[in-house]
């Protein structure tokens, strides 16, 4: 089998195992998956987008959360 093939079709078949990727919004309309996710990105050792994305949402709602109690 020609080697470009084969690289295709493995390619083709680990993007295709990778579930959609979750933004910052997705984990603010999420938010129980944001610990969950950012768990186990700490756990093993990831910095990919969804971590990125879960960390931003983290980030927000803390300012937000921070910002509303400097009102009261």
Do not use: R, W
């Not at 990831?46 to 994305?53: A, L, M, S």
């Amino acid at each position: 089998m020609n080697k470009s093939l084969m690289l295709a079709l493995v390619t083709v078949a680990a993007l295709s195992a990778c579930g959609p990727a979750k933004t910052q919004d997705y984990y603010l309309s999420h938010p129980d998956e944001i610990a969950v996710d950012l768990a186990a990105c700490k756990e093993h050792g990831k910095n990919t987008f969804d971590c990125n994305e879960a960390d931003k949402a983290a980030l927000l709602i803390k300012n937000q959360k921070s910002s509303t109690a400097e009102k009261k």
